[in-house]
Nanobody
Framework: QVQLVESGGGLVQPGGSLRLSCAASGSVFFIYDMGWYRQAPGKQRELVADITRSGNTNYADSVKGRFTISRDNAKNTVYLQMNSMSPEDTAVYYC????????????????WGQGTQVTVSS
């Protein structure tokens, strides 16, 4: 199986910055798209940003100009740099990877991390 482990969450003041990281490990064969989603209390999980293997990016309107997604294919890692944060960014952030594993190289699946809490508050 493919495991995704997030890090970098925490408490930040409004206007501050955080950087999330997510590393894929285990039986990774090939990773296609990677992305970040978030879920605030009482709300549905939503896409924050995603990135193709070649580096094409897509952002939710609410984070455009403030967040930047990037990845290191050699390290099977995706990052999310979050700047000018507001209380509305408070949520659990989940990493996602669309990938194949060495156990089934022809079968693509979506894998999820366990989530990391991000709280924006003074």
């Amino acid at each position: 199986q493919v495991q995704l482990v997030e890090s970098g969450g925490g408490l930040v003041q409004p206007g501050g910055s955080l950087r999330l990281s997510c590393a894929a490990s285990g039986s990774v064969f090939f990773i296609y798209d990677m992305g970040w989603y978030r879920q605030a209390p009482g709300k549905q999980r939503e896409l924050v940003a995603d990135i193709t293997r070649s580096g094409n990016t897509n952002y939710a309107d609410s984070v455009k100009g403030r967040f930047t997604i990037s990845r290191d294919n050699a390290k099977n890692t995706v990052y999310l740099q979050m700047n000018s944060m507001s209380p509305e960014d408070t949520a659990v952030y989940y990493c996602n990877a669309h990938a194949t594993s060495v156990l089934s190289v022809n079968f693509e699946a979506d894998y999820w991390g366990q989530g990391t809490q991000v709280t924006v508050s003074s």
